[in-house]
């Protein structure tokens, strides 16, 4: 296990026993958040000039930009009105509603959510759950976490516990909504991955994805 030590700030790792006491922070979602600026490193501008010097502004390759394939992309991208892209040299590529049409086509969320006009959970499970489709994050446990806010739920943040950490947010999920074709989703390596042999929808009798009961 890895520790932050809050005096030096520095990471300390320690095995077996002899663990100090810690605190958990958790992951929060930002719905209060008001604003994103997402630097894609990765996307090189096609014109040296500044963005209003530029009298037929090319429009870079989104596709193939690491950012969008981040498992925490998803809340990023999701809860803040306001989403501003740069490219490597900060000039401004776009804004989540300047670029809506791309980016759906990209991560294959609803246009509806990206732009707040539909309510996140009023999209059913398995919907959801295909966002976050062969995603990659650094820790295997973050495949989990990054999408707690994604389904609204909470649970402690344990690095370490590998894929665990998954089956943990399926039962979490659960608990509110009735959806088994949760369970066709599995972690491979860092990434989610369908195994569903169905199309992605709530089973019969749960369309819209929420618990119900007779």
Request: a neutral charge; aromatic letters at 10%.
């Amino acid at each position: 296990m890895r520790l932050l030590d809050s005096a030096s700030i520095k990471l300390h790792e320690f095995i077996g026993r002899g663990i100090p006491k810690y605190v958990i922070l958790s992951h929060t979602w930002g719905q209060e958040s008001q604003i994103c600026y997402a630097y894609l490193e990765d996307i090189i501008p096609r014109s040296t000039l500044p963005p209003e010097l530029e009298p037929f502004p090319r429009m870079p390759d989104l596709r193939n930009s690491r950012w969008f394939r981040r498992g925490w992309t998803l809340q990023e991208l999701i809860a803040p009105p306001i989403v501003e892209f740069y490219d490597r040299n900060w000039f401004e590529v776009g804004t989540k509603l300047s670029l809506l049409g791309t980016i759906a086509a990209i991560t294959r969320i609803d246009i509806r959510v990206l732009e707040n006009s539909q309510r996140l959970d009023s999209i059913n499970v398995a919907s959801r759950m295909s966002w976050a489709s062969e995603r990659k994050t650094t820790r295997k446990e973050d495949e989990a976490y990054c999408l707690m806010g994604i389904f609204g739920v909470n649970m402690p943040l344990l690095y370490g516990e590998g894929h665990r950490a998954f089956h943990r947010l399926q039962e979490e999920i659960m608990k509110i909504h009735d959806d088994y074709t949760l369970f066709a989703w599995t972690v491979s390596g860092t990434r989610l991955t369908d195994h569903a042999t169905y199309p992605r929808q709530s089973l019969p009798g749960h369309g819209d994805g929420t618990k119900t009961t007779a």
